[in-house]
């Protein structure tokens, strides 16, 4: 059974190299993200003693680093895919399979986010040595522990809510990048990955902070900066756990109906 | 014994949004479009022993494919009752899955960047075939389908012959009990289709594989089945021996002759329709019943060296089912 899915991971893995220079680019793009917005906010924090939103200089840069790996972390996929795949009818090679399409999916996924993190380590390491931010590093235990189970709850999020998304050629068969790529607009912003969320007024933050966005990529950076501590960390946690736990069913839930209304069409 | 397929007033109703043509027909249909429902099925039944192989034909859009995908759990009915190897299909249990496949030759599942053996080692995985079995399996494949040669090429520099015959292997491995084909040969030429043809054949028979196929190729249904199933707008029109529904649609029978020196064509005519001249061969179509006597007469009033009597080709009786569709 799990051999299964690490012979999906294992392909995809395979695959992924296939296309080297589309990797590549990918990579490219993510780097020059962080070059720009570590710019912008070092020369925010060119006076050292500055103090912003509760940020000097080395919890910003740290926050921007942070960002490169976490990003590569839960924010690359390959079930972006899955929409084309519904409304092109390719559905039908998996649904004659042995195999759960959802968890297909998610495997596929596991090894994409194994490459890039792989990758984002390299390049951060290789930008530390450029760039020479100061760097915080977490040292109490309860803080990393945090850091490390919202960061696996944080993947699962945004990978159920990519799905989410992906089914929606299921009633809409051209609907498949547009609303995918309105979703990823929407959650590069109110996740975090642009600037800290904590530069929004406090009743935006508030809203923001029951939507499940903001435990994408922000939370978890706050996590491990320090910034997120007891039981303000476990309501984070809890919040988290919820979103997660209530996307599953929700996925579940559309895909069964979705089954029912797909047409096989074009194969 | 045990029934491998029992379909029982299978319908199937899909919703479909109409569409006026042109620029002004685009625009209207984003704010108001009319939805109606098609019959894609309207209760089909028929039912397979384990082990048989039936030829399901019908012209495009009859709904064949349709039923295929019923059959193989991607699609819901509307309505009906469907029963294979002793599941309802739909419910998609693995174990079902495991016991079925379906091959449509337009279609393909192969990884097109990587070699074929990576789509093989996953299907492995997937289908929780036995390390020897299937080794065993995949020999027995590569040596019948003879393509030991492009498995480690990346499949998109195949053919399309090279590659069908892998798909056939990726579709197989896991040896189903159930096979729906659909299509198998569409783009193959001769040989390549004979080879698929040759295969299919004796997978049935070694593995007592029960095997629906679908194909325009009148060759393949000819060769590989001896009870056809033919549909047409969504209902069963046909279900019997190949040879039965020769005998009830065929209007004529065909005599091949071979002529010495040269015929007179309007004398000719008179027996029968001249379908072909190329001298010395003559083709003629006479009517069914009066075969014997054309025949006969023939060879008396020609300077004929050879003579046969031959069915109607397969695609002509089924145009005549279709009445001139086809």
Not at chain 1, 80 to 88: E, F, K, Q, R, T
Not at chain 2, 58 to 80: C, D, E, R
Request: proline share 4%; with cysteine.
């Amino acid at each position: 059974m799990r051999k299964k899915y690490f012979s999906v991971c294992r392909i995809s893995f395979i695959q992924e190299l296939a296309y080297r220079s589309k990797f590549v680019v990918e990579r490219l793009q993510s780097v020059l993200q962080v070059f720009l917005i570590f710019f912008l906010w070092d020369s925010v924090f060119s006076d050292p003693s500055r103090e912003v939103f509760g940020y000097d200089r080395a919890k910003i840069l740290t926050y921007v680093f942070g960002l490169l790996i976490v990003k590569a972390i839960v924010a690359s996929t390959k079930a972006s895919d899955v929409s084309g795949i519904i409304s092109s009818g390719e559905l039908t090679n998996y649904l004659l399979k042995p195999i759960g399409f959802v968890k297909y999916w998610f495997f596929r996924d596991i090894s994409a986010r194994g490459i890039h993190t792989a990758f984002a380590v390299v390049e951060a390491a290789i930008l530390f040595v450029i760039l020479k931010p100061p760097f915080f590093l977490q040292t109490n235990l309860m803080s990393v522990v945090g850091f490390l189970v919202l960061l696996v709850m944080a993947m699962i999020i945004f990978f159920l809510m990519l799905t989410l998304v992906s089914f929606i050629p299921f009633w809409l068969v051209e609907q498949t990048w547009p609303p995918i790529f309105l979703f990823l607009s929407i959650s590069e912003v109110l996740s975090g990955a642009v600037f800290p969320l904590d530069v929004f007024p406090e009743a935006i933050q508030k809203v923001l902070y029951l939507s499940p966005f903001p435990y994408l990529i922000f939370i978890p950076i706050q996590v491990y900066l320090g910034k997120v501590v007891g039981m303000e960390l476990i309501r984070s946690l809890l919040t988290a756990g919820f979103w997660m736990v209530g996307l599953m069913i929700a996925v579940s839930w559309v895909w069964q109906r979705g089954l029912v209304h797909y047409r096989a069409e074009g194969r | 014994m045990e029934r491998a397929v029992i379909v029982e007033r299978l319908t199937k109703e899909f919703e479909v949004r109409e569409r006026r043509p042109g620029l002004s027909g685009a625009l209207t249909s984003i704010f108001s479009s009319k939805t109606k429902m098609v019959k894609a099925l309207k209760g089909v039944s028929f039912s397979l022993d384990e082990g048989e192989m039936i030829g399901f034909i019908g012209p495009n859009g009859a709904g064949k494919t349709t039923t295929l995908k019923i059959l193989s759990g991607v699609l819901h009915p509307t309505q009906g009752f469907v029963q294979v190897a002793g599941y309802t299909p739909w419910e998609r249990r693995h174990d079902y899955l495991r016991q079925i496949s379906l091959v449509m030759g337009q279609k393909n599942q192969l990884w097109w960047d990587l070699p074929a053996s990576e789509t093989f080692e996953l299907n492995r995985a997937i289908y929780e075939i036995p390390e020897k079995v299937y080794k065993r399996s995949l020999d027995e494949l590569i040596e019948v389908l003879k393509v030991e040669k492009y498995l480690n090429t990346p499949v998109r520099r195949l053919s399309l012959g090279q590659r069908m015959r892998l798909e056939l292997i990726a579709a197989l491995l896991h040896k189903p009990k159930v096979i729906f084909l659909d299509e198998p040969t569409i783009g193959l030429d001769v040989v390549a289709q004979q080879k698929v043809r040759d295969f299919i054949r004796q997978y049935n028979k070694k593995n007592k594989a029960t095997v629906i196929l679908t194909s325009h190729n009148m060759d393949d249904v000819a060769d590989l089945a001896k009870r056809v199933v033919v549909i047409d707008k969504g209902g069963i029109v046909f279900d019997g021996a190949l040879s039965d529904l020769v005998g009830r649609f065929a209007k004529k029978k065909i005599i091949k002759i071979c002529v010495e020196g040269s015929v007179d064509y309007k004398k000719l005519e008179r027996i029968g329709t001249i379908e072909e001249a190329k001298m010395p061969l003559v083709t003629l179509s006479v009517p069914r019943g009066a075969a014997k006597m054309a025949a006969a007469e023939l060879l008396q009033s020609f300077p004929i060296e050879d003579l046969t009597i031959e069915e109607e080709p397969l695609e002509s009786v089924i145009r005549q089912v279709f009445g001139g569709k086809g």
